[in-house]
């Protein structure tokens, strides 16, 4: 509808076509021919549909203050003959293939007509309980880790073998089994970015661990301690204090994101199988060899 009155504006200057349709309304014209109930001009064969011209005419009333004109509506007509003109000219002249935007349009909105079409059924509730549980494994959640760690600076290279020794004295001491505060208390460094003592996502903990580190802790089991880890600020000790596993929330809790799902990947379908349906009825010639 965006694209109708800039067609208005933009066909204004147009003379000579106006002069070409007011010739098709002429009273002796072409447009004087019986037409079906829902069109309204009929330009070479084609015919322009009641509900584009009041499309149009509702998209020019809102811009007017006062009620339309006979004038007005004359107008519209007019100019949706023109742009039926143009369109036909530049298929003519090949624009749908030669000008890359156009065929991009064109192709949008084949797609977006294909698509519109099986988006517009709303699923039932028992074709979103089938789907639910068929892809329960897309809808479940990666779990959630809790980790504790102590970290040992080493800001310059010259640091690092004595935070390593004391990174290795915690990791020996907590796998020994001894309390975590204290072997805390007695080795750590104070943390940059302290980490929460809570379950967590593995995409927040790798936030504050890094991805080295956080692909040691998914690797250890709760209760298990990690050796120290390098990062460019010093030494990680980690353990993993408890796990969740990953779950698929109730279904009543997510079933609008379930019913977009759904209908995204009808949508899908119902893509593939017109392109399908295309290639089976063209005759399509490919190269035995494409060009490097």
Do not use: C
């Amino acid at each position: 509808m965006k694209n109708r009155p800039t067609a208005l504006l933009i066909l204004g200057a147009a003379s000579g076509i106006v002069l070409a349709a007011s010739g098709l309304l002429g009273a002796n014209g072409p447009g004087r021919r019986s037409l079906p109930s829902d069109a309204v001009a009929r330009v070479n064969g084609e015919l322009i549909r009641v509900d584009d011209y009041q499309r149009v005419l509702s998209a020019l009333a809102q811009d007017r203050r006062d009620s339309l004109t006979p004038a007005d509506r004359q107008l519209v007509l007019d100019r949706l003959i023109e742009e039926e003109l143009l369109v036909q000219r530049g298929l003519d002249l090949g624009f749908a293939r030669q000008d890359s935007k156009v065929r991009k349009d064109i192709v949008a909105a084949v797609i977006d007509s294909v698509v519109s079409e099986s988006g517009d059924t709303q699923p039932t509730d028992a074709q979103v309980q089938a789907f639910y549980d068929e892809q329960r494994d897309f809808f479940t959640g990666p779990g959630r880790v809790r980790v504790r760690q102590i970290w040992v600076r080493a800001a310059t290279a010259a640091d690092a073998p004595a935070a390593l020794e004391r990174a290795q004295q915690a990791m020996q001491r907590l796998r020994a089994g001894e309390d975590f505060v204290t072997v805390h208390d007695a080795l750590a460094d104070p943390e940059l970015v302290p980490l929460p003592d809570a379950l967590l996502p593995p995409t927040k903990l790798g936030d504050y661990l890094g991805p080295t580190a956080l692909r040691t802790v998914l690797s250890l089991e709760p209760g298990a301690v990690s050796d120290p880890i390098r990062s460019n600020t010093g030494y990680h000790v980690l353990q993993v204090v408890e796990r969740q596993s990953a779950t698929a929330p109730p279904l009543a809790e997510i079933k609008p994101q379930v019913e977009i799902e759904l209908r995204r990947r009808a949508a899908d379908q119902a893509l593939r199988s017109y392109l399908d349906s295309l290639r089976s009825r063209a005759h399509i010639d490919v190269t035995a060899t494409l060009p490097q």
